[in-house]
């Protein structure tokens, strides 16, 4: 397989020191290929305008970039990109003016892109992304990659050209939380494994990581001040295996590694229930004092944290503490669902004494729409996993919540769990919340989606993975890809570009991509992959 971009660079330096000289030279004869069209870009982008001549890049192209440290990074990504598969040089570089491509900060023109968005203009001799802030520039560059055609991806020398297609791409993200979330508690996946997903996340412009981080199964990262809890009770996962954690130092690296793709991490410690490693690894933590069994099953809702026990808020301060000094983003996830377990006083009861901890170490609590069943602390998010199914009185306890200022996040089950099986075949995944194909995936609004919730309490979407059934990262892509991207262009693009027929021509494109990437896939029947798919 493939391996994570850091690899990959290493084996970008080798191959361009071997190139060094004959970058210049004669390029290996071309295939004649089509120029993408702007358009022909997942998630769609906000506004395409096409026309004039099409950009090429070549063996002289300069990436270009403002004299900023932030430009020069993601100019710097962009030819870790491109080096492989064009055999180019393509030095960064910062001197003003001269065709290449092109990565401009910009405040002059660009009040209406935002923290997010970037314009994409190619013509002859220049292709220029401009943006405000360099996840702009960022995303850009992903649509960029896009428009390039799929060779570009491959990791050896492929014959070009490297044409893209003439006009102006403006576009910003219909919602500032695009998320997807990883559950590396009920297995564990090594930090190689979770850069891998980030890598694949970026391409569609996800810009929120989600990290599942304790369940009944797992306790996954380190905390000094419990220092049982991560070797014992991350020691084991569903059906048994070996399990493991992250230290410190390897979860500061992913959530480096994902600020360098311009994500942030939602680092998640699920209470008062899915709590069974933390307390087989501390008896106080039990009401009756005595540690279970750590577990392997795949049961929900049978452990409780003991509500009653001021030792429980001491854990809780400690834990949330520490992930809060070593999380750099606002928010802090502290699950809520499936409780069991937990009287229904005890559950709020517990609600009102942990939030304000969230709080306290300076971040914004995000829970599992459950919590809206307490009283969510002020600027909390709820993320909602019901279903189409789901009682209307449980919809309308969240859609109360959401008149009443709770931020909404949009993860219903039977759209967007990319646990669920496409169908009954499918070999990975469980079915409790219904078959997901591809189209029931992306054919939803979120602006529309919960009644009696408004639309402005909806800050985005976010594709949960729950993890019991996988172990590698071809498992991890199966199901997420093609699914994915249709969850990354509903938190993306304006609802006016939502349309099946046309995003299925556009995900069919990205297949190549994904082959070139090494990527695995479901090859769904809904959607009409170039031929030999
Ligand atoms: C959940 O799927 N229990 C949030």
Redesign the pocket.
Known sequence: MRQHRTPRLLGTLLLVAAAGVSAVGAAPSAPDRTVTPLSRVVPAPASVDPGGSPYRITSGTRIRVSPSEEARRVGSYLAGVLRPSTGYRLPVTDEPGGDGIRLRLSRADTAGLGAEGYRLTSKKGAVTITARESAGLFHGVQTLRQLLPAAVEEDSRQPGPWPVAGGTVTDTPRYGWRGAMLDVSRHFFTVDQVKRYIDQLALYKINTLHLHLSDDQGWRIAIDSWPRLAPYGGSTAVGGGPGGHYTKAQYKDIVRYAASRHLQVVPEIDMPGHTNAALASYPELNCDGVAPPLYTGTE?GFSSLCVDKPVTYDFVDDVIRELAAITPGEYLHIGG??AHSTSHEDYVAFMERVQPVVAKYGKTVVG?HQLTGAVPAKGALAQY?GLDGTGAAEKEQVAAAARNGTGLILSP?DRVYLDMKYTADTPLGLSWAGLVEVRRSYDWDPAAYLPGAPASAVRGVEA?L?SETLTTSPDIEYMAFPRLPGVAELGWSPASTHDWDGYKVRLAAQAPRWDALGMNYYRSPQVPWPTGK
Request: glycine content about 0%; proline content about 12%; cysteine-free.
């Open positions: 929900v669902d499936e599992w996993w089950a949960p729950w």
